[in-house]
């Protein structure tokens, strides 16, 4: 039975604040991880996809989880019963699904369409996918979702350098608007609290804020039409798909006079830079948190900044990384930012108030060779090609210290019958031992003439050391008390 994961924190996909905080879910590879911040503890879910996970979309009540894959394979999880309830195939790779804030339907985005489905209810259903409309308008690849408030209308980002904002529901006055001003992608895109003002970010740093002349209150329902001759239209156009559309919705970038007429307007009211000092570095990842109008950007070279919209102003700028920050989370509160740099397979929490750490882990950044357990069970030392030695916690799963000494790959790694020193072989000709009181490289073993060492043992007293060269096919044995060298 599966109970655990160690060895990494995050592979790449979105990251997910639950409801009420305190815990932070991370795709790690094929799996979904729940770092609980309260407790301390990490949780690996018992179920897995067939490939990496890409995106992952919460419900606002944090019962159910939608993890889907890179090919656009879907599960639906309840995160109380840690059960997968439902399997979906969307045929090609997804971008981003987000849940409407009353919970009641979702949107994917896929190629250059989203599509909005009803979300699974408390009664059990033959599909818990039904699709209810197909949007279209972009030409590239969508990017971003954000829904408003009440779960009227939602924006989709896309690669075209546009925005889009689309109804929900059949809105007379706002069918579709589509929203320009960029050069480059669309990375993320906001709605403001109880508004229908908009913020949009781009790939080169670049942020429009948009202001609407309609409040979300003066969106008016259309009319009903016949709702026979549309069942009877909309099932005459399904045979001709492969896959159902739903209710099909064409958006049009320079809309006719006569369809603007006593429709939604939308005016840029300002539009600001993040990269005043020539420090043009590609914007990756945003978040934004409405209630404290907090914009957090992560960028490509590890840096990260805190804004106050809509003035722009700069709280904090600070660098947690030397690769790209790949994904952004903000909990409910405001108080604690989540970043994952996939490059390094990093996670961090960051309180940006205190200005310290939640969380920081990261994983091997290259593949882990060997692994021992302390002779009472508590730790698992592991040694990985990035020349790491890492020792877990197996009732948290979080690493509590990385020894960087080596400078080639760890090929072999135990623990002393006390279980209070570490022993790690490597390519760079030496064996290391580390002290778990101090934290620190206390003796280091050489042989005569440089050698790769491939394997490792010590006797039960802790006292004779030795390891076994994969080039010279020579045993060397050494003395732990005086670090020399015994025996070849």
């Known amino acids: 039975q599966f109970s655990g994961l160690l060895g990494t924190v995050y592979r790449r996909g979105n990251l997910s604040f639950t409801p009420d905080g305190n815990s932070l879910l991370s795709p790690v590879g094929n799996r979904i991880s729940v770092f609980d911040l309260k407790n301390n503890k990490c949780e690996t879910l018992p179920l897995a996809t067939r490939l990496n996970i890409v995106c992952v979309g919460l419900s606002p009540d944090g019962s159910l989880a939608i993890l889907i894959d890179e090919e656009g394979a879907a599960l639906l999880v309840s995160l109380i019963g840690k059960c997968v309830i439902h399997q979906f195939y969307f045929h090609k790779p997804v971008h981003s699904v987000s849940f409407s804030p009353d919970g009641k339907k979702f949107v994917v985005t896929k190629d250059n369409l989203a599509y909005l489905y009803h979300a699974p209810g408390k009664k059990r259903e033959f599909n818990a996918f039904v699709l209810d409309k197909t949007y279209y308008g972009p030409y590239d690849e969508t990017t971003c979702i954000d829904w408003t408030d009440d779960s009227k209308c939602f924006a989709v980002g896309s690669k075209d350098m546009s925005t889009w904002v689309f109804g929900a529901e059949r809105w007379a006055n706002l069918i579709y608007y589509s929203l320009g001003g960029h050069k480059d992608v669309i990375v993320a895109c906001f709605f403001e609290e109880n508004s229908l003002d908009l913020y949009t970010i781009s790939q080169d740093a670049a942020l429009c804020v948009w202001q609407c002349d309609t409040e979300l209150d003066g969106l008016k329902p259309m009319p009903p039409k016949d709702a026979a001759k549309e069942k009877k239209a909309a099932e005459d156009d399904e045979e001709l798909f492969e896959e159902p559309k739903g209710e099909e919705i064409h958006g049009k970038a320079d809309p006719s006079e006569q369809e603007t007429r006593n429709k939604v307007k939308y005016s840029r009211v300002a539009k600001y830079f993040f990269n005043k000092e020539g420090d043009f570095n590609n914007l990756t990842a945003a978040a934004y948190h409405k209630k404290t109008h907090l914009l957090v950007t992560g960028f490509a070279s590890g840096i990260f900044h805190l804004h106050e919209l809509p003035d722009f102003n700069l709280i904090h700028s600070l660098s947690i990384s030397d690769q790209r920050i790949a994904s952004i989370s903000i909990n409910c509160t405001g108080d604690w930012i989540a970043f994952g740099c996939s490059g390094l397979g990093q996670l961090l929490v960051w309180e940006w108030q205190s200005e310290s750490y939640v969380l920081k882990q990261q994983g091997h950044f290259n ?7 302390s002779p009472d069970g508590q730790y698992i030392v592991t040694g990985g090609e990035d020349g790491k030695v890492k020792v877990w916690n197996t009732s948290s799963s979080f690493c509590f210290v990385t020894f960087t000494e080596h400078n080639s790959g760890v090929t072999a790694v135990t623990f ?17 031992a580390f002290d778990l009181h101090r934290y620190r490289n206390f003796r280091t073993f050489t042989s005569p003439r440089p050698s790769q060492f491939s394997c490792l043992a010590v006797d039960s007293s802790g006292e004779i050391v030795a390891a076994g060269s994969q080039d010279s096919f020579e045993i060397f044995i050494w003395s732990m008390q005086s670090g020399r060298l015994l025996d070849v």
């Not at 593949?367 to 357990?373: E, Q």
């Open 367 to 373: 593949s882990m060779v060997s692994l021992a357990y």
């Open 416 to 432: 002393t019958s006390t279980g209070y020193v570490v022993l790690s072989a490597s390519l760079d000709g030496t064996v290391r």
